[in-house]
């Protein structure tokens, strides 16, 4: 799987190359295991809803774990 996550307000905040989430300056964030987002400690810590085809979107929830920073756009 591979595409771009996106947060609640629609802000490009990460990427997903296979099973590993990076944030936009190409630093590993975390493993996705089917839906399941977790630390690289191996600790889950929240899911992607709705992850089908390459474009996925954060809820509020989990908008957290995606701290918006310099590099991230708006869509």
């Known amino acids: 799987m591979s595409g771009?996550?996106?947060n609640s307000n629609g802000t490009h905040v990460a990427v997903?190359?296979?099973?590993e989430v990076f944030d936009l300056?190409?630093?590993k964030l975390y493993?996705?295991?089917g839906i399941n987002l977790y630390r690289l400690s191996g600790e889950l810590v929240g899911h992607l809803s709705g992850a089908h085809g390459t474009?996925?979107?954060l809820d509020r929830s989990t908008d957290r774990l995606f701290p918006v920073r310099?590099?991230?756009r708006q869509i």
């Open 4 to 6: 771009n996550i996106f």
């Open 16 to 19: 997903v190359n296979g099973g």
């Open 25 to 27: 300056d190409g630093q």
């Open 31 to 33: 493993e996705l295991k």
């Open 55 to 57: 474009e996925k979107r």
């Open 70 to 72: 310099g590099r991230s």
